[in-house]
């Protein structure tokens, strides 16, 4: 460093002292600001990446558990007092039956999220039951349900692209594959079994009027020259059915309408979820699509994007 001529040492220190106080007081303000501050929250959570964790084991023959009645009933009551903004109320249902009520910000969409699922500290998810996803940042009018994760392949993101796409939704996903459990006898198929976890949280949105997109997958064999069909189930066709089959067909996608034609009983006319929505009028849609649609990101992505407008229709105030 360069001195100016004629200033002796203690001119100098006097010069540089109050410079450097400042900058001790400078660092220590930056300091109180940051401890003011507390510590960074959570990283947000990928959803995607979350599911894919979750569903990674799901097998045929892993490990299944009927739930009884009481317990299917806790976990559609822990949903319900979500839906009405009583997480406290929510944990009292959940807690006996080995769940528990999460929430974190959604990494893709930036909005809050709930949780219900297995407690790492409870039974465990090799039960098989599985989860239920709540956007929190809006009323709650639709849901998307994917009764068959990894068995019909990918469904389990193409339900997680639709549930970020749209606000309102709820995203209830089976916690097995529809082949668990050791007998075979198709226990854990939540489609065709009124007895899940899954279908008395699907029934007791259902209730509550809201809407329902179930998402499935078909072998192209068996369908040949169709990439998707859309049906209403057991139910009426109504104006959400023909929006998403025109809205795939535009993506350029080949669309068998189960209210019009054959569609190789892939109409979904047996499923518990639709017949109980039918019975009370409920809008509710059956989706089967071909592997490339759910397995390729790109035609996925276009998929949910469909589906998301189909359910941003049904975003109309829901009577508790």
Sequence with gaps: METQPGKSAGARRAVLLPAVALLVLAALAVGLTVAARGPAGPQPVDLAARVDEYTAGFAPGTPYTVPDAAQRRAVADGVVAVLDGRPDEAGRALGPVGYRLTEFTEADSGRRVAEIADDPAGPGSARGWGRVY??????????????????????????????????????????????????????????????TVFAAVTEALTARGLPGLQVHGFDEGSLPGQDAVVSAGPGRAGPAAELTADGLGTAGYAVCRAWREKCGQLEGTTNVEGRFAAGLGVPWLHVELAGRLRTEPARRAAVASVLAATAAGWRTPVTP
């Design 134 to 195: 709540l956007d929190l940042s809006a009323r709650a009018s639709w849901s998307v349900q994917v009764p068959h994760p990894v068995s019909d392949s990918r469904t389990e993101l193409l339900g997680v692209d639709v549930f970020r796409a749209a606000p309102g939704g709820v995203l209830v996903l089976a916690g097995a594959h529809r082949r668990a459990g050791p007998d075979g006898s198709g226990a854990a198929d939540p489609a065709h079994r009124a007895d």
